[in-house]
């Protein structure tokens, strides 16, 4: 069944294998949900709750997500294209072996989150972010722009790091993962 233009306010979220175009929701409750077989698609979400849901080889086009929490969710092998998360917190999040094509965070929280082994990264943005403890170890990060983020004790490969935009600060702390002890 399709749903297209419609909007759902401050309803916990009980429906199964629709598609949603062009809706808004807001303040909807999607927490501990299985949404793997709904399709959303230039759909706006205002302070949802996806909390430990599960989003696994999800594809999401055209989406906003804004001041919405992401915690525990299972996003993995997921595909994300031209989709913005602004003010959202994805803490302990699982997006491991997904597409992202032109994905913008803003001001987001994804500490501790796993970025492991994305197949493409393209032309996704990171807008002053906190990926404190973050794993991106097997994706390659060449061209994004970790320059306006808190990447503290953040976890990559070495050969990964290859064309990473970062700070000379930013950089002292990835020369840790080399091993280097910088001295003054």
């Known amino acids: 069944m399709k749903c297209i233009n419609k ?21 909807v409750d999607f927490s501990k949900y299985d949404l793997s077989n709904i399709y959303f698609e230039k759909c706006k979400f205002i302070n949802c709750d996806f909390s430990n849901s599960v989003y696994s080889k999800y594809i ?7 001041n919405s929490k992401f915690i525990g969710t ?23 072996e997904s597409i992202f094509n032109k994905v913008i965070f803003n001001d987001c929280d994804m500490s501790e989150s796993n970025f492991i082994s994305l197949e493409k990264i393209n032309k996704t943005t990171f807008n ?23 990447i503290s004790g953040i976890m990559v490969n070495i050969e990964d790091l290859r064309g990473l935009i970062v700070t000379s600060y930013q950089a002292i702390i990835l020369s840790t993962i080399l091993g280097l002890k910088i001295k003054d």
């Open 128 to 150: 002053n972010c906190k990926l404190v403890r973050t794993d991106f170890r097997e994706t390659k990060l060449d061209t994004i722009d970790f320059s306006t983020c808190d």
């Open 60 to 66: 999401s086009k055209s989406n906003e997500y804004m």
């Open 7 to 27: 909007t759902f306010e401050k309803i916990i979220f009980e429906e199964t294998d629709n598609d949603y175009i062009e809706c808004r929701f807001k303040n």
């Open 74 to 96: 299972n996003m993995m092998e997921s595909h994300l294209e031209n989709v913005s998360f602004k003010e959202c917190t994805l803490k302990y999040s699982n997006l491991s």
